[in-house]
């Protein structure tokens, strides 16, 4: 069975599963995040690291649900890597510049109010998480 790796509030990092050392996260994943009216929110990078860092294949993002009042989109882009939880051993990636799938935030301009996205990630190995992103715009 493949295990994912450890979800910290700016991103996901998939390992393979002989690095993580971690109990397998929850299939769906909810978060609430804040994002402006009109600006741009990055709300989440995805990536898939070997024990020594280096990119593994690909992480597919998609858009399961879309925005009701605003757009998202997923865009390519290097990201350093976030602070891994203390019992796996991609410690030593932290703030490496990766190649990571961003999903960013963009609300319709004047908009306040509340929103919501559902995104699905697989990995090379097809281990898959659902997230839904609830919003409120301010």
Not at 2 to 25: E, H, K, W, Y
Not at 30 to 57: H, M, N, Q, W
Not at 124 to 137: K, L, P
Request: net charge neutral; aromatic share 8%; with cysteine.
């Amino acid at each position: 069975m493949n295990r994912l790796g450890p979800a910290t509030l700016a991103s996901l990092c998939f390992l393979q599963p002989a690095v993580a050392q971690v109990q397998p996260p929850p299939a769906n994943e909810i978060a609430e995040k804040y994002a402006v009216a009109g600006r741009v929110s990055s709300f989440r990078d995805f990536y898939t690291l070997r024990a020594d860092c280096t990119p593994i294949d690909w992480v597919n993002v998609s858009i399961d649900e879309e925005p009701r009042n605003g757009r998202a989109a997923v865009v390519d882009r290097k990201v350093p890597v976030a602070p891994a939880e203390p019992q796996t051993l991609s410690r030593q990636c932290t703030g490496k510049l990766v190649d990571a799938k961003s999903l960013t935030y963009t609300p319709n301009e004047g908009y306040k109010g509340q929103d919501q996205i559902v995104v699905e990630v697989i990995n090379s190995a097809g281990a898959h998480r659902t997230f839904t992103f609830n919003i409120v715009v301010r």
